[in-house]
């Protein structure tokens, strides 16, 4: 068998363990021997080949898998404005219904409206803020 061949299913092998284990490693050198396997195809003899592999192996491990970890772990969004509220806590200042109600988020005093409009909130309860539509909090109580 050429020894190409064998490079080229070397490489199929660990892009088919790359997306298992998804660490950008594995696909990293399933490239380094499809490169290889260009080499072998040019008739370049194994020892250059193994050098070739090993070469661009540490040159895609070292160079271009950080950068490629950078990208794939980004920071998550930060949410701003009324965004923000939601999944946060309030307190019901007046009894809040499907049509209406009013709760404290902060320090700050909402109109709000129940998430689920069959439910009657009473004054007192701590509730989720679910969405906000306008100026008004859709909320739920906790439970």
């Known amino acids: 068998m050429d020894e190409w061949i064998i490079w080229v299913i070397l490489a199929v ?19 380094a021997a499809l490169l290889t396997a260009a080499t072998a195809a040019l008739g370049l003899p194994v020892p250059l080949q193994l050098i070739f592999f090993a070469v661009s192996s540490a040159a895609g491990l070292l160079v271009l898998r950080p950068i490629a970890m950078r990208h794939i772990n980004q ?6 404005g009324v965004e923000a509220l939601v999944g946060k806590p309030a307190y019901v200042v007046a009894e809040v219904t499907g049509r209406d109600g009013r ?8 109109s709000a409206r129940a998430y689920d409009e069959t439910l009657v909130i009473p004054t007192g309860a ?17 439970e």
């Open 13 to 31: 092998v660990l892009g088919v363990a790359e997306i298992f284990t998804l660490t950008a490693s594995l696909g990293l050198l399933g490239a």
């Open 75 to 80: 920071p998550p969004l930060q949410r701003f």
């Open 103 to 110: 709760v404290r988020i902060g320090g700050e005093e909402w």
């Open 126 to 142: 701590t509730v989720d803020i679910i969405e906000i539509e306008g100026a008004t909090a859709l909320v739920y109580p906790r």
